[in-house]
């Protein structure tokens, strides 16, 4: 089992930064890929950024260039980067792990969320 609890957000105006961290706790072994899902009202939940044990990265396409993820494997945490933050990134973000290698995935474990509101 692998707990997850993101911290981080907030409201930002449009063009500004933030950045997101998820304190991991669990088997090591569950948590090989780490990564970050959004969901916005009305929209299907969508992978934004992952990362392997070694430091892979994954980004959808919409947040290449302005996110950064990072994990720090003694502190069983990773973190997400935000700048040039648009409107359209508003959602609740879930920190995820995953059982398998991949940064894409699949995960199985999720966090709560946190509401990350940009405004225009």
């Known amino acids: 089992q692998v707990q997850l609890v993101e911290s981080g957000g907030g409201l930002v105006q449009a063009g500004g930064s933030l950045k997101l961290s998820c304190a991991a706790s669990g088997s090591s072994f569950s948590m090989n890929a780490l990564g970050w899902y959004r969901q916005a009202p009305g929209k299907q939940r969508e992978l934004v950024a992952g990362?392997?044990?070694?430091?892979?990265?994954y980004y959808v396409d919409s947040v290449k260039d302005r996110f950064t993820i990072s994990r720090d494997n003694a502190k069983n945490t990773v973190y997400l980067e935000m700048n040039s933050l648009k409107p359209e990134d508003t959602a609740v973000y879930y920190c995820?792990?995953?059982?398998?290698?991949?940064?894409?995935?699949?995960?199985?474990?999720w966090g709560q969320g946190t509401q990350v509101t940009v405004s225009s």
């Open positions: 990362i392997t044990r070694g430091g892979g990265a």
């Open positions: 995820a792990a995953s059982r398998l290698w991949a940064a894409i995935g699949p995960y199985d474990y």
